[in-house]
């Protein structure tokens, strides 16, 4: 598979994803554990069908010490007994933000005050900030047809 369109050899595209992965950098600064937001983006892109990005956030997880049972259990976290309540919130809130159109309300009141009960406003602002980030890249990638297998741990860092 060859992508549609090269991201990194285009100065203008380069331009945008410099704003882009700004966002994602005051991301970072949340007091959301790591391994939280990594599991998000791997949920949201796993119902996005982005390969590229659910082969960069398993090998992220894993590097940051995620282990491979909870990753393999991402798509069934519902049934899954190995992750915590903030987690399953956080991956419930994932989900919800992820499938807007799936739901005329969006994201329900329940799974809002879900949230709310395990994390502070700013560690919501910065739940919401990732999903919306994280399906941005899903739809970014998914459009130009990105390859995924060969993302490198850290290799955007």
Not at 18 to 34: C, H, Q, W, Y
Request: proline letters at 3%; one cysteine or more; charged letters at 20%.
């Amino acid at each position: 598979m060859e992508a549609r369109l090269n991201y990194f050899a285009s100065p203008f595209a380069a331009k945008v994803m410099k704003r882009v992965n700004a966002v994602g950098a005051a991301l970072s600064e949340t007091t959301v554990p790591v391994l939280t937001l990594e599991l998000m983006r791997l949920r949201a892109s796993q119902i996005n069908g982005c390969g590229y990005c659910v082969d960069m956030h398993t090998k992220d997880a894993m590097e940051a010490g995620e282990t491979a049972q909870r990753l393999h259990l991402v798509a069934a976290w519902r049934e899954a007994t190995v992750f915590t309540d903030a987690e399953r919130a956080a991956l419930e809130l994932a989900e919800e933000g992820t499938r807007l159109a799936d739901a005329a309300g969006g994201v329900s009141d329940e799974v809002w005050a879900n949230a709310a009960k395990h994390y502070t406003e700013d560690e919501l602002i910065a739940l919401v900030g990732v999903i919306a980030l994280i399906n941005a890249y899903n739809r970014m990638n998914v459009m130009v047809r990105q390859p995924a297998g060969d993302y490198v741990p850290g290799q955007w860092s």
